[in-house]
């Protein structure tokens, strides 16, 4: 279980409260009118921004003292989740052994991760012989191989297509699923959100809102969700 | 604290940093600490300062100011030996000062080219020596320096910015203030300072070209101080003037010179979508070349008949200048690159101010001081070599933080959440993902350090030893034994040495391909 | 690798002196020693008769060389310094660091030489070298007053500058500074050593150049060109006189002193004239080399004595300085 122990996250001339608990297993979609913090809570629970007060729980342990590198979680972001000077195969390789060469069997974990996201086959190209969907499915095959409990998205996917992002959100329940891999994902869409999260977490006036059934909230929004979908 | 994580260690460079400001100031105090009289400042010497900053200031402006047309019209264009003309520029920097003094005045002298087409016309030889030809003669030694280093930083923003810029429909002036005059304003405080700082502690140059004792510089004062009147406190304290100059310098620089990157690009080919303007672009590449070439041209011209007649003396100079060159661009990168990291990864701007002082050090002080410190544990001749590499490595310094800075700041900004994220070790994000980004940056430190050590005399002549010069000092020597055409021909060599290496280490890096 | 390798050969190929022969360490200036200077044959016709290793260690001109001196103090390797003129020699003195020598020669010196210190091996006449085709002035007075163009060196860096400097206050006195008022329109410019102002000379920056009456001669014997020549002012040339000494530290006194001997014998001084471009102190049996005979003699010899050279250059240089600042 996450778990948000009396959080107050600063950023720049707000400060965001976050009281809340996650249940694991669970996918959780992270709505809210722009600027209202989104990101920012994200980024405190990856361990890039620090808490000015309160706790970050995981299965009942502190996690908020860790390096970011030594939560366990792993997080996709807006843009720059590939090194554009190594191939597919290496990026992926990162997500199994950062600091390392791999052995003969994680070589064929990263081989099974690339097929399992349908990129057979293009492991050697760099991030910029690979269009956009596919750049993406990288990143996935390396959360994959990094097999971590908690993953976060940061609107990884904003930058697709309609069609193409549906497919994206698709595998990532696939994957979660298949994983049992916890999921919060910050989301701007109610279609997204209604796809593949069963809960979400309301961000407006400087508070996270503890998670409420998905389905639920968009049919009977509370004012401030109901300003912020028109 | 986790909010502050960094993907790479500012340890390594905090000590390199370290490292060469006790160089810097250790050989200062040692020269100090060695005085037998405590010096003090002579109304000559307030004379001198008051010269020294307006040549530095002016030449720096005029360096820099000139640098970004040319440097914007270059990376607009695209031509046939455009990069040859690109490492061509970088030659005068090379040269030893009396090589390109010569040089210049065989283009611009009483007796130079262009005096002698007015005199064709009747009219009378222009006049150099004054004010004006000390800027002048800076401008040659600094605009190609400068107009790399914005060239550089125009070619790493990543090509989507142009592209966006484009798609609005920008034409070249609001593509210019959208995207180039951010780049600008904060690269150009930093190449500002550090022309500044070289011109600072010029002596010859402004000398000769300055036309008599009304350019006196303080380096000349404590050249003055140190040779002809012994009064090494006098020297000291001009020194710490010169350091504490730069110091202000460099950091205003920095304070100026804060601001984003340009975020992540995709390394995709770079390509200019506003074509406007060809004549001007065209116009700046032009009176560029022909104003740096036309000298170097008369160097060549008459180092060629020269090149025949060296003794064989020159050719193990020139050996033992490649090893000192080959030893010091070594020594360059270790300092520079970890310092260079640790200012990426944050305010560490006390590193990048040690980092510059180096220019601002007066070779005459650091190798004196270097001569007291060396001369209880060992025979400083013996270590002439080490002690030159060395040297010239700290004086490298600064422009290998230029080049590197900017682009290990984009790396750790663009790629350091993901290292971090991916629990990436420091010494692997160091040697995976920031060597391999900053490729081209390290090549084109490597050559203009390389190249830079080659040309320059450093501290050879404190510590020389007969049997050991260095190409530069057996220049010197040539011409001090009347030898001008044998020393014309040995600067011709140096020239091709110095360019072949800077060529030969900048290919190796290429990035942005032409499309 | 290999690089370092090799700078390691070159480091320990010029430390390595293998042999147990005493050695004698001579402290220079760096075109005494350079390839084309007389450094190397005197190396190796004193090695010939004194059983010992000759160490000459070049400093990069006569002031320099004293300052490295006076920084290394009494623990100096050197045991000989050669290469200080007339004009340094009062500071060396004061430094207490050089001891007398009992060395006499019969010098052909224009002037007496009595210095129980320092001894002369050679000396020549400051004067201004133009092409022989063109005119020249006839002194101070009438350079000021025409047109001609000269480049000199600085005082402040270079021993020529100096010199020139103690030349126009010793042939002018308390005029001097007016001189130099009159000069600064033909001063070209004023450059850091002697190699900058021959090369910008050379190149036809100027129609004349302070150098030595001796110029000349390097071009008509070592390039048999013709073209050059001194020109004789009437109000006297100043002279300089390079000298040696012995160091009160010297480990080889016996050594120290028999090298100075040498240094006014017939094997050294007819090594001078054609390679450092100078009148040997003692004229060699051979005598004057051929083209020696072409040159410019002045009429009167202007020399302070140290002492003098010592006092007036402070004043000088300021007369100088104000002259050429306006």
């Known amino acids: 279980m996450l778990k948000l122990d009396g959080c107050v996250i600063e950023n720049g001339n707000f400060a965001l409260r976050a009281d809340v608990c996650i249940e694991p297993g669970a996918s959780v979609a992270i709505v809210g009118p722009s600027g209202a913090g989104k990101s920012t809570l994200l980024e405190a629970i990856a361990g890039f921004r620090d808490l000015k007060q309160g706790q970050i729980l995981w299965n009942g342990k502190r996690i908020s003292n860790l390096h970011p590198g030594k939560r366990p979680l792993a997080m996709l972001f807006q843009d720059g989740n590939l090194f554009p000077h190594l191939t597919a195969e290496q990026n992926v390789a990162l997500g199994l052994r950062p600091n390392g060469h791999l052995s003969e069997e994680e070589l064929s974990q990263v081989q099974t991760a690339l097929a399992r996201v349908a990129l057979r086959g293009l492991g050697n190209r760099k991030p910029s012989e690979l269009s956009g969907g596919q750049q993406s499915r990288v990143a996935l095959a390396r959360v994959l191989v990094q097999r971590r409990e908690l993953l976060l998205l940061d609107e990884p996917f904003a930058a697709l297509g309609p069609a193409l992002k549906a497919e994206m959100l698709d595998l990532v329940a696939d994957l979660v699923a298949e994983t049992g891999t916890t999921l919060l994902m910050v989301s701007h869409d109610p279609q997204d959100a209604r796809r593949i999260a069963d809960q979400t977490v309301l961000v407006a006036d400087e508070v996270v809102l503890p998670p409420a059934a998905t389905s639920q909230l968009f049919d009977n929004p509370p004012p401030s969700l109901r300003d912020y979908l028109g | 604290m986790a909010g502050r994580a960094q993907p790479v260690s500012p340890r390594p460079g905090i000590g390199a940093a370290a490292l060469v400001a006790a160089l810097i100031l250790g050989t200062l105090a040692a020269v100090a600490l060695r005085a037998e009289t405590a010096g003090g400042f002579g109304p000559a010497d307030w004379a001198a300062l008051r010269f020294t900053l307006t040549q530095a200031i002016l030449s720096a402006v005029f360096s820099a100011g000139l640098a970004v047309p040319v440097a914007r019209a270059l990376a607009r264009r695209r031509f046939r030996g455009r990069r040859a003309l690109i490492a061509l520029l970088g030659a005068p920097f090379i040269l030893p000062v009396i090589v390109a003094i010569l040089g210049l005045l065989q283009v611009f002298g009483r007796a130079g080219w262009i005096s002698d087409i007015l005199g064709y016309f009747g009219l009378p030889p222009i006049r150099i020596y004054g004010l004006h030809g000390v800027v002048l003669a800076h401008v040659f030694f600094n605009l190609p320096l400068a107009t790399r280093l914005i060239l550089q930083a125009w070619q790493e923003i990543p090509a989507e910015r142009f592209r966006l810029a484009a798609q609005l429909g920008c034409n070249g002036i609001a593509m210019f203030r959208l995207i180039e005059l951010p780049m600008l304003k904060r690269i150009l405080p930093g190449v500002l300072a550090v022309i500044f700082a070289i011109c600072l502690t010029s002596f010859a140059v402004a000398l000769t070209l300055g036309g008599g004792p009304r350019a006196t510089t303080i380096e000349l004062a404590i050249y003055q101080a140190f040779t002809y009147d012994f009064d090494l406190g006098r020297a000291a304290l001009l020194s710490a003037l010169q350091l504490t100059l730069t110091a202000v310098a460099a950091l205003a620089a920095l304070r100026f010179s804060r601001g984003d990157g340009f975020g992540a690009g995709l390394d995709r080919a770079l390509r200019r979508w506003d074509g406007g303007a060809p004549a001007i672009d065209a116009f700046w590449i032009i009176a560029a070349a022909t104003f740096l070439l036309l000298p170097l041209a008369s160097v060549v011209i008459s180092g060629f008949a020269g090149l025949f007649e060296m003794p064989a003396i020159v050719f193990r100079a020139a050996l033992t200048s490649v090893i000192v060159a080959a030893a010091s661009t070594a020594i360059l990168l270790m300092l520079a690159l970890p310092m260079a990291t640790a200012v990426a990864t944050g305010r560490y701007g006390i590193v990048e101010l040690s980092g510059i002082l180096g220019l601002a050090a007066s070779p005459l002080v650091i190798g004196t001081g270097l001569f007291i410190l060396i001369r209880p544990l060992a025979n400083p001749t013996a270590l002439a070599l080490p002690v030159t590499a060395l040297v010239n490595a700290v004086m490298a310094l600064p422009f290998a933080l230029r080049i590197l800075v900017p682009a290990a700041r984009d790396v750790v900004t663009r790629n350091g959440r993901l290292a971090l994220s991916l629990d990436m070790g420091r010494k692997t994000f160091f040697i995976r993902v920031l060597l391999p980004r900053m490729h081209p940056q390290i090549c084109f430190a490597a050559g203009l350090g390389a190249a830079l050590s080659m040309g320059d005399l450093g501290v050879i002549a404190l510590f020389a030893d007969p049997q050991i010069a260095t190409l530069p000092l057996q220049i010197y020597r040539l011409m001090g034994a009347y030898q001008m055409q044998a020393a014309a021909g040995g600067a011709l060599l140096l020239l091709l040495l110095s360019m072949s290496v800077f060529w030969l280490l900048d290919r190796g890096g290429r990035w942005h391909a032409e499309a | ?326």
């Open chain 3, 1 to 326: 690798m290999k690089h370092l390798m090799i700078a390691a050969g070159l480091l320990s190929a010029t430390s390595a002196i293998a042999d147990d022969k005493p050695q004698l360490t001579v402290y220079t200036y760096d075109s005494f020693v350079s390839d084309w200077g007389p450094g190397p044959q005197v190396e190796e016709a004193f090695e010939a008769v004194c059983n010992c290793d000759l160490n000459l260690v070049g400093v990069e001109d006569g002031a320099a060389l004293l300052s490295r001196i006076r920084l290394e103090g009494e623990s100096s390797d050197a045991d000989v310094v050669l290469g200080l003129d007339t004009n340094l020699i009062t500071a060396a003195k004061d430094t207490g660091l050089f001891a007398p020598s009992s060395v006499t020669a019969d010098y052909a010196l224009p002037i007496e030489w009595a210095d129980d210190v320092f001894t002369p091996y050679d000396w020549g006449y400051f004067a201004f070298v133009h092409n022989a085709d063109t005119p020249a002035p006839a002194n101070f007075r009438e350079l000021a007053d025409g047109d001609t163009k000269v480049i000199i060196q600085d005082p402040r860096s270079s021993t020529p500058g100096l010199g020139l400097l103690l030349w126009v206050k010793a042939a002018y006195g308390e005029e001097a500074q007016e001189i130099w008022a009159g000069l600064a329109d033909n001063i070209v410019t004023v450059t850091k050593g002697w190699s900058e102002a021959y090369g910008l000379f050379l190149e036809g920056e100027a129609d004349m150049v302070l150098s030595y009456t001796t110029s000349p001669a390097y071009h008509l014997i070592a390039e048999e060109d013709a073209s050059k020549a001194a020109a004789a002012f009437d109000e006297g040339h100043y002279m300089q006189v390079e000298v040696a000494a012995k160091l009160a530290g010297t480990d080889q006194p016996e050594l120290a002193d028999q090298f100075l001997e040498f240094m006014v014998s017939d094997a050294f001084q007819q090594i001078i004239p054609t390679t450092n471009w100078m009148y040997p102190a003692v004229t060699p049996s051979s005598g004057l080399p051929e083209g020696f005979d072409t040159l410019i003699v002045p009429e009167k010899s202007l020399l302070f004595g140290a002492d003098e050279a010592a006092a007036v250059r402070e004043q000088a240089l300021s007369e100088w300085l104000g002259a050429l600042s306006q």
